[in-house]
């Protein structure tokens, strides 16, 4: 089983800058498709970003403002956040999914949300 655990979420002014990191419990996960997706309250989970064997694809809402990246030494995924805007107010989820990435030999399409192993999440809030 594979236990994802995000931190470095918190609040910021719009402008600013946040880090969040996910670290993986197994060696499997950062071999996997993995990505980071989000969730604000009323609305539906989507995808932000995703990362496989350096193959990095985003929303068009964050293109030029956020970077996913990988630690395999650390079992570690990031995405660092800059020039954050109220609307990337959500909870951030980092998501894994080994099938996917050994059927496919890449990372589904950035709409896919459903994959195999989620972590528990981290807020982001992000004020005008």
């Known amino acids: 089983q594979v236990q994802l655990v995000e931190s470095g979420g918190g609040s910021v002014q719009a402008g600013g800058s946040l880090r969040l990191s996910c670290a993986a419990s197994t060696f499997t996960a950062m071999r996997s498709c993995m990505g980071w997706f989000r969730q604000a309250p009323g609305k539906e989970r989507e995808g932000v970003a995703t990362?496989?064997?350096?193959?990095?694809r985003y929303a068009d809402s964050v293109k030029g403002r956020f970077t996913i990246s990988q630690d395999n030494a650390q079992n570690t995924l990031y995405l660092q956040m800059n020039s954050l805007k109220p609307e990337d107010s959500a909870k951030y989820y980092c998501?894994?999914?080994?099938?996917?990435?050994?059927?496919?030999?890449?990372?589904?399409?950035?709409?896919?949300?459903?994959?195999?192993?989620r972590g528990q999440g981290t807020q982001v809030t992000v004020s005008s």
């Open positions: 990362f496989y064997r350096g193959d990095v």
């Open positions: 998501a894994a999914d080994y099938s996917r990435a050994v059927v496919l030999g890449s990372c589904p399409s950035i709409d896919i949300i459903d994959y195999q192993y």
